[in-house]
Structure formats: C-alpha cells, structure tokens
C-alpha cells in the first residue's frame, strides 16, 4: 500500500488546526507563563507539528526520562536501604549504652551528609537530562526549546512539552 502525500490543502487545515489547539492550550496557561508564549511562538510550534517526527522525538525523550527516573529512585532506594542495614547492624552489636547512642548519633549525621551528596549528584543527573532534552529539540527545530537552566524558561518548555504529548494523542487529519 502506498502512502500518498498529503494536499497543501490537507496541510493547511491541520495546521490551522494544531495552532487552533496551541492557542486553546496557552489561554489555559497562568499569566506569567502566557505572555511568554506568543503567537509566533504557537504558530511555529504548529508547523514544526505538521510532521509526525515531532511527536515520535517528543514521546522518545519522555520514555528516556522516565526510563532515567525510576533508574535513580533506585539508586536512592538502595543508599537507604543500606544506611538502614548499617543502623541496624551497629545497634545489634553495640551493647545498649551511651556509647551506643553516641555512635548511632555519629552515623544518622553521616547518613545525612552522604544523602544529602547522593541528592545533589542525582538532581545533576536530571539537570544534565534536561539539557540533552533542550539539545535534541532545538537540533530537531522545534521553536521555543534552547539549553538554558533559568526555571521560568524551564517551565515554559515544560508547558510546551505538555502541548505537544496532548497533541500527540488528539485524532489529526
């Protein structure tokens, strides 16, 4: 079976229908968010959307995410796990003492800081996955979408990651 090219007019009525979409999603946005996404924006949004790649690129990256995510809630899972085992070995094999509250003091404070230097290398991990994100769709030209780590620009891209999986999943022509 052959697969036939698309009319411009078949074109143009999705994209009158994508940015139809996009502009009924960004009025659903808060303020300060909605002022930073203007028609330009949408409109070349919609167009990037006209090929299917978008959405293929878009879903691929968020399976990597997620694949990404639970990777290191088990990371995090086994260091606590561990630091619990260790907690519950020193108190079997330190007599019930004040040495015994002394030592599990020592090691909950160790605990703390290892936790706390595993949750900084692991948000790296997501900062440094965010910004591959970033690369791959300024590579693949969809407007809007450049490496930067300001939270508000962060958070627009999220909100234009949210338009285009909601597309994705919307019957177009």
Do not use: C
């Amino acid at each position: 079976m052959e697969l036939k090219e698309p009319s411009p007019e078949d074109l143009q009525r999705k994209l009158y229908l994508l940015l139809d979409q996009l502009q009924a999603m960004a009025r659903e946005l808060p303020p300060q968010y909605q002022m930073r996404v203007p028609i330009e924006l949408l409109s070349g949004l919609a167009n990037s959307l006209l090929n299917d790649t978008i959405f293929e690129i878009v879903k691929g990256l968020m399976e990597i995410q997620h694949v990404t995510e639970k990777h290191i809630f088990q990371q995090r899972l086994q260091i606590v796990n561990r630091q619990k085992m260790e907690l519950e070995e020193m108190i079997i094999r330190t007599p019930s003492t004040e040495e015994q509250a002394e030592q599990k003091l020592s090691l909950l404070a160790k605990h703390k800081e290892e936790m706390k230097q595993t949750d900084m290398k692991l948000i790296l991990q997501l900062d440094q996955k965010v910004s591959d994100q970033q690369v791959t769709l300024e590579k693949a030209g969809v407007p809007g979408f450049y490496v930067t780590n300001k939270p508000i620009e962060v958070k627009v891209q999220m909100h234009l990651l949210d338009f285009i999986l909601r597309l994705s999943n919307m019957p177009l022509p």
